[in-house]
Structures are given as C-alpha cells and as structure tokens.
T-cell receptor, first 115, second 111 residues
Framework: DADVTQTPRNRITKTGKRIMLECSQTKGHDRMYWYRQDPGLGLQLIYYSFDVKDINKGEISDGYSVSRQAQAKFSLSLESAIPNQTALYFC??????????????FGPGTRLTVL | RKEVEQDPGPFNVPEGATVAFNCTYSNSASQSFFWYRQDCRKEPKLLMSVYSSGNEDGRFTAQLNRASQYISLLIRDSKLSDSATYLCVVSPIYNFNKFYFGSGTKLNVKP
C-alpha cells in the first residue's frame, strides 16, 4: 500500500463550489504539506503543518484553507473554487519533529479542473 | 531572479549515453539539495539527497559546487526508463518550510 494517499485523484467542479482534497499517510511523519503544480512551473507551497496544532500559510494560500485532523490526515479546501485553481495538487510528508533531514515524500496527486 | 533554475530541455539522448543536468541556486545559505524524478502527471519521487559535496547511487551521481552555487546530476548508461522530468529542490537545512523547486529538466532516452 502507498505511504501517502490522496483522494480524489481527479475532480471536475464548477466555479463557486466548495471542495475538499484529502491526504492520509502511514509514514508516521509529523510534517505535512500541500503543493500545487501548474504546467511548466515548479511546485508552489500552499500550506504546511508540523504537527496537529500547527498550521502555517505557504506562498500561495489565498483562496485555500486546511485542516490537520490527526497526525496522519491533512485536508485542503477550496472554499469557492475559481478556474485559475485548476492545477495538479500534491500532498507531501517530510519527517518527524525531531528529524533534521527534510526529504519530502509525495502523494499521487489530485488533478483538479474548475470550469 | 528565481531561487532555483534549471534548463527545461528536452535532452534527447540515445540509450547507453551519459547525460548531465545542472541546477543553479541563488541563496548561498542553502544547505540541503535534492533531485526528484517526475513522470508525466505523476508525483515527484526522491532520487537523491545531497548534504555534503556529492552522492552516488548506481548509475546516478549528484555533485554540489557551493562556490558556484550549482548542483549537477549525472546519469550513466541511460535506460529508456530514465525518460522523465528531473526536478532540483533546494532548502536551507533545519528550515522545513522552505523548499525551492526548479521547474524541471526533461530527459528523453531514445532506443
């Protein structure tokens, strides 16, 4: 089984709808991240969390919110989806709180289309 | 200037060739460096971490040049299965919220 899973894998929605993307991990990592990837661009950080009570904005958090329901679960919400949020979204985990190493491990991605 | 810059390619090479990519970074405080492999529409997968001067894993070698602020990835004896996009990622160590991703270098290995 995959260490980092994301649901749904594909989603088509309409402008103005609220949607939630979910991420679960079995790696036992404290650090979790949400990124978006647009064609030809590097990954951009939306939100990150270093433990259940810690939520932080990344570089492009406007229009998004997150919830860290447990160590293993980190969900991303689009409160009112707009077409320029069409992108590939990745969840990633990155180690325990006492680890000095910062390799990241990515989920399979959610392809989101906003019409 | 971008934090991390990569030649987008594509690099088209025959099977068995040796190919090298460079990645330049702008922040001299950067301490940890990674190469990820990303297949089309799939997630990035960690290929190599570079915490000191370099790292080698089979056919893959990563070298770090701090003076010139670049890291390189060398692939020897290219396989068809090496065809992918290679992402360079740079981060200040102990700073787990700062990861600068390059936009990737595309490699096509031809029969």
């Amino acid at each position: 089984d995959a260490d980092v899973t994301q649901t749904p894998r594909n989603r088509i929605t309409k402008t103005g709808k609220r949607i939630m993307l979910e991420c679960s991990q079995t790696k036992g990592h404290d650090r979790m991240y949400w990124y978006r990837q647009d064609p030809g661009l590097g990954l951009q950080l939306i939100y990150y969390s270093f433990d259940v009570k810690d939520i932080n904005k990344g570089e492009i958090s406007d229009g998004y919110s997150v919830s860290r329901q447990a160590q293993a679960k980190f969900s991303l919400s689009l409160e009112s989806a707009i077409p320029n949020q069409t992108a590939l979204y990745f969840c990633a985990t990155g180690g325990t709180s006492d680890s000095a190493y910062n390799e990241q491990f990515f989920g399979p991605g959610t392809r989101l289309t906003v019409l | 200037r971008k934090e991390v810059e990569q030649d987008p390619g594509p690099f088209n090479v025959p099977e068995g060739a040796t190919v090298a990519f460079n990645c330049t970074y702008s922040n001299s405080a950067s301490q940890s460096f990674f190469w990820y492999r990303q297949d089309c529409r799939k997630e990035p997968k960690l290929l190599m971490s570079v915490y000191s001067s370099g790292n080698e894993d089979g056919r893959f070698t990563a070298q770090l040049n701090r003076a010139s602020q670049y890291i390189s990835l060398l692939i020897r004896d290219s396989k068809l299965s090496d065809s992918a996009t290679y992402l360079c990622v740079v981060s200040p160590i102990y700073n787990f919220n700062k990861f600068y991703f390059g936009s990737g270098t595309k490699l096509n290995v031809k029969p």
